[in-house]
């Protein structure tokens, strides 16, 4: 018999608690060596507290961690850094005006005769940017590369620091199919080199790619573990949330009314070339699917009067309409959940209430007041009818989880009853509870008569929700799709290019 190599990393009896909130009841996990170990559930199931535990940035109330054998007990970043342990940031911290070479080695670069050796500096960090395969000048600015690149460049720097664990929160959230692609191979590579990962992803198929072996949190509390050769969708889902894959897209098809958004030779400035007709009826819930860079958002945006469209005939409810900016296209009855919620759908600092009221504000002002009691009402509805979990209306919405801020920015929507409601990528970045959550409120919504239009990149969804399909390739829209036609193989093709409508 071999010897037992006992875990890298080992936790047991972990417990964390914020005021009015127990984070973590008594929570094991353990690490080995080369492993590449899936830490998934919901959001508020536990994963950020833990991970900042090991990273050094929180102190557990109680419990063991052991490191090597050896009982640790970390008071700040750079203890755990002495001990290998490295987190990857989802929000990039990167110094964008300075060079590569600076920021792998910021606030620790190599000295001669009290100055910064740069040779030096330069010469290791190449090293380690190779080792990530970024073979490029280290001279180049970190603010010039695109984010697929710049995740890189952080994990270039976790490894100049000898970090033998790395912590990825999220790390595809924000990069493209072929950037992610890129980063799996990292992965890969760190793995047969011995190093050991922690992969935090809400991305069930990036889990089973890459994953050797998945822990489950559920309400703070381990829900179980999966082996390799167990880890399928069905098993992740069912220890997330108790409930099966099968539950999740359940809809009822409606018979569509009358056509409320109709676009005819429609042109967006971002594709000028492609004019585009689609139609979206009354109680419709209808796909626009394709690759990173076709031109879906852009469309959404054009629809909304973010960017004015260049020719074309849009019309609402069979009316003309010109829609030269937002303020007109709310007033038309047209909503827009966008695809950054951060940057576009909320002001972080601000509260609930305050979040929650703003598209409504006007609406129910009174010669130029804020009416408290309508905005108190606006932000009541929302909260009951979304099942946000918020302490109270005055919390400031930054702190909340993603998919209690996805809700919020729905909630501010439904407040104004639009005709048409527009979703980019409405579940990204959220747990499986709160998808579940959002379908079935799409599902309500189409059965109240709204028209649903929503751009997702996840195949499962708009095979799940979409009574039928758009595809876009390259700013055109290369065919339409029933629902009886969508497949993945007919998605695709037309994503792709291979087919092209008829």
């Known amino acids: 018999m071999g010897e037992i190599v006992p875990p890298l990393i080992e936790v047991s009896g972990l417990t964390k608690s914020f005021p009015g909130v127990l984070a973590l009841r008594g929570v094991s996990l353990h690490l080995k060596r080369g492993e590449v170990l899936a830490l998934i559930g919901e959001n508020g199931a536990g994963k950020s507290t833990l991970m900042k535990i090991l990273a050094g940035i929180q102190s557990a109330d109680a419990g063991d961690f052991i490191i090597d054998g050896e009982q640790v007990s970390f008071r700040n970043v750079n203890d755990a850094m002495l001990k290998g342990i490295a987190l990857i940031h989802q929000e990039l911290n990167l110094c964008g005006n300075l060079d ?5 080695f910021l606030g620790r670069e190599p000295t001669k005769g009290g100055f910064v050796n740069e040779s030096l500096m330069r010469h290791q960090a190449q090293q380690f940017l190779s080792q990530v395969g970024l073979d490029m000048p280290v001279n180049t600015l970190a603010g010039s590369l695109p984010i697929g690149k710049q995740q890189l460049v952080e994990i270039a720097k976790a490894l100049s620091c000898n970090a033998r664990v790395l912590i990825m929160d999220e790390p595809t959230s924000s990069l493209s199919q072929k950037e992610t692609d890129t980063l799996f191979k990292v992965v890969k590579n760190l793995r047969a080199h011995g190093i050991s990962i922690i992969y935090i992803s809400h991305r069930l198929g990036e889990v089973i790619e890459l994953a050797d072996r998945v822990t489950v949190f559920r309400d ?9 050769d167990e880890i399928n969708h069905e098993n992740m889902v069912r220890l997330m949330v108790g409930r099966d894959l099968s539950e999740f897209y359940d809809r009822k098809i409606h018979q569509p009314g009358k056509k409320v958004l109709s676009l005819t030779k429609f042109r967006c400035p971002s594709f000028p070339d492609h004019p585009i007709s689609l139609s979206v009826r009354a109680g419709e819930i209808v796909g626009i699917a394709g690759l990173v860079g ?11 009067g973010v960017t004015p469209a260049i020719g074309g005939v849009m ?20 909503a827009l959940v966008p695809e950054d919620r951060k940057q576009h759908g909320l002001v972080l600092p601000m509260s609930v209430r305050e979040n929650s009221s703003l598209p409504s504000l006007k609406r129910d002002s009174s010669r130029g007041w804020i009416n408290e009691s309508a905005e108190e009402q606006v932000t009541e509805e929302a909260v009951s009818a979304l099942k946000i979990k918020t302490p109270n209306f005055e ?27 527009m979703l980019d990528e409405p579940t990204r970045g959220i747990d499986i509870g709160a998808k579940r959550e959002i379908y079935k409120l799409m599902e309500k919504l189409a059965g109240e008569g709204m028209a649903i239009l929503f751009v997702s ?16 390739h390259e700013g055109k829209i290369s065919g339409e799709l029933g629902h009886n036609q969508l ?9 792709t290019g291979i087919l092209a409508a008829a």
């Open 100 to 104: 590569l070479a600076s920021n792998v």
């Open 220 to 228: 703070g509390e381990n829900a179980g573990d999966l082996g390799r």
């Open 294 to 304: 076709a031109g879906r958002t852009e469309l959404l945006q054009t629809i909304f």
């Open 315 to 334: 019309e609402i409810d069979g009316k003309k309409k010109e829609i030269s900016d937002p303020r007109t296209a709310i007033s038309s009855g047209i």
């Open 395 to 421: 919390q400031v919405t930054r702190f909340l989880s993603g998919g209690n801020q996805q809700k919020i920015v729905l909630g501010k929507w439904l407040a104004m009853s639009p005709k048409l409601l």
């Open 457 to 472: 990149s996840e195949m499962e969804e708009v095979l799940g929700m979409a009574d039928r399909a758009y595809v876009m």
């Open 487 to 495: 497949s993945e193989k007919a998605i695709m093709n037309l994503a």
